[in-house]
């Protein structure tokens, strides 16, 4: 059989134990020295009642601050960075710019587009009084027609005067519009003669890059001859390996920005050539819509004309009485209405399509202009002024830190403990804040091959930097409504854990199922019950069948008294003897064997 011993107890009892052989060998009874007395040794233990109870363990893991919430501020276009005045720890207000871009090409869509929109607004306004005009011709018509029918002169006459005033205010109106086409095609004219003047700008700059970025490309393919001996004189002429290399290495990193340089040159080429068709379409389209409203005003004028005529004649008492007639004039002038009508929906289908492209050049123009789409503090800057800001890298960093979290790894065991909501402490240089789990991981992290388990901490502050390491203390393995007894009082036999009870004065062994366990305590799930008398304190000679005295808050360590009364023992005044300490020595030895 195999015997544990308990550290902190099995000092004083071997000592006790000592002080027991010592002070027989002394007394000796009255009897010579090699006299042996054959004695039954009873042992004293202090006994415990099991108790059913609840055991939580307490684990700790390595967490990762961050912030919760953490966005990416990254440009939507490659262009000229104007200014930002936004530094690392800076806090912003959501919505707040953070630095604008060089947006002269966007301002120059968003000129045409509206140019184009203004044009097509133009066209459906014409349209409109198309159809006005048609409706009260129809309504004169009609109310003509019904007064012819009635015999109702008067009125018909009242009515053609209403159609022919109609008809004079629809030419009015066509001029007006003919007025506005025309202030707008002289502004459309100067933007095109702006964008003229920037095209041939950019077209220089063009010219200009594309020779610098040959001369540039010329000189690294003359210092990278494919003929070697011609490449050895060229090294030759730098004066050895290491000049060559350094001015070849020159000359490619002038031909590298040489390139760049040549490849924005075109964009500001293709960009202000864009926009200059863009203006000069424009351009056409007022033209379009003042050609569309001379004829909508020939139209008008004969229809004016043929009111008149029509006036003239009914004042001439020249009126087609018959039934037929009336009703084809009507069906006439209901399919006038109609034709108008068609044409007002085609011109706002344009004009919807040229609101579109405006809301598009608007929409492309606030790309110019970063701003932060979360209230946070700056956690990097990318960009500075006059850098070229590009859609693939992040221009800002920001981080809410109103709420951080922090991120820890544990095994699938522990993971199946662990539930959404869960209270936890983090621990960071000793300070503890308090936090609840709000996510637990499904799938193994590849990298450490656990699972990541995240917690949110409901009040930091400063000391919770954004990346730092911290302790996480959480509750893991739980048992419930099971026996709770000592840890110490465990024995093992191979891998079989077992207890000493006291049974009737006697020592009895019992196997026993264990759970869950700690420093200090120890769950039992089989082999003991609450009647159960459990043997805490350990000895040498502590055995199955061995003979005990329960020891009880009065009598302790330092005096007992065997049954028969015939040992009394102090073994505070014991331990002050060397013989005490060779003989307690000497008691541990004969134990443990």
């Known amino acids: 059989m195999k015997i544990s011993g308990k550290g902190r107890r099995s000092r004083m009892i071997s000592v006790l134990l000592a002080v027991m052989c010592v002070t027989t060998a002394i007394t000796g ?34 967490g990762i601050v961050s912030p919760e919430e953490s966005v990416y501020v990254v440009p939507m276009v490659s262009a000229e960075v104007l200014s930002t005045e936004i530094s690392v720890g800076d806090t912003v207000e959501a919505g707040q710019v953070l630095c604008k871009l060089d947006s002269e090409a966007a301002e120059l869509q968003l000129a045409s587009a509206q140019a184009q929109y203004d044009s097509v607004a133009a066209n459906v306004n014409a349209a409109q009084v198309g159809y006005e005009i048609a409706q009260a011709q129809y309504e004169g018509t009609v109310a003509q027609l019904d007064a012819q029918l009635g015999g109702q002169k008067n009125l018909q006459m009242y009515q053609l005067q209403i159609q022919v005033d109609t008809v004079q205010g629809g030419i009015d109106d066509i001029y007006e519009q003919l007025d506005d086409l025309a202030e707008d095609k002289e502004d459309a004219k100067d933007k095109k003669d702006e964008l ?3 095209r041939n700008q950019a077209t220089v700059y063009l010219q200009q890059a594309q020779k610098v970025y040959e001369m540039a490309r010329d000189a690294v393919t003359a210092l990278e001859p494919t003929d070697p001996n011609v490449l050895q004189e060229v090294i030759d002429q730098y004066g050895g390996q290491e000049a060559y290399k350094a001015a070849l290495d020159n000359a490619k990193d002038q031909l590298a920005s040489a390139k760049a340089a040549y ?6 080429a293709s960009a ?15 033209e379009d819509g003042e050609e569309q409203l001379n004829n909508t005003l020939a139209d008008t004028y004969k229809s004016l004309e043929q009111a008149e005529a029509i006036k003239n004649i009914t004042e001439e008492q020249i009126y087609s009485d018959t039934q037929k007639v009336v009703d084809a004039n009507k069906k006439t002038a209901a399919l006038s209405i109609d034709s108008a009508a068609a044409s007002v929906n085609a011109a706002q289908v344009g004009m919807e399509g040229a609101q579109v492209a405006v809301d598009s050049a608007e929409y492309q123009l606030d790309m110019y202009t970063l701003t932060a789409p979360i209230s946070g503090v700056i956690e990097a800057v990318n960009v500075e002024a006059h850098d070229f800001a590009s859609p693939g890298s992040p221009a800002f960093i920001i981080s809410n830190k109103d709420t951080m979290m922090v991120t820890f790894y544990v095994s699938e065991g522990i ?3 662990l539930t959404v909501g869960q209270k936890v402490q983090v621990d960071r240089n000793g300070k503890l804040y308090d936090a609840a789990i709000t996510e637990i991981g499904s799938m193994i992290d590849q990298t450490t091959g656990l699972f990541a388990i995240k917690a949110c901490v409901s009040a930091p502050d400063a000391s919770l930097l954004t990346g730092s390491s911290v302790k996480v203390i959480a509750d893991t393995y739980s048992q419930d409504n099971a026996l709770l007894i000592p840890y110490d009082a465990v024995y093992y036999d191979a891998s079989q854990p077992y207890v000493y009870v006291a049974v009737n004065g006697i020592v009895e062994r019992r196997d026993i199922e264990t759970g869950i366990f700690d420093e200090e305590t120890i769950t039992v799930l089989a082999g003991l019950t609450t009647e159960d008398q459990l043997i805490t304190s350990w000895s040498a000679n502590l055995r199955e069948g061995a003979e005990i005295s329960i020891l009880t808050d009065q009598s302790t360590a330092e005096d007992t008294v065997t049954e028969d009364g015939s040992l009394e023992a102090n073994s505070a005044a014991a331990q002050d003897s060397p013989e005490v300490t060779d003989a307690a020595d000497d008691a541990v030895t004969a134990g443990e064997e």
């Open 415 to 417: 993971r199946n403990t």
């Open 29 to 62: 009874c009255g009897q010579a020295e090699d006299e042996e007395e054959v004695m039954s040794e009873v042992i004293p233990v202090q006994i415990q009642v099991p108790e059913a109870g609840k055991l939580t363990l307490k684990n700790e893991f390595i």
């Open 196 to 198: 003229k003047s920037a």
């Open 263 to 268: 490849e924005q040159a075109q964009e500001m």
């Open 272 to 286: 202000t050539e864009s926009a200059y068709q863009q203006v000069k379409s424009g351009i056409e389209s007022i």
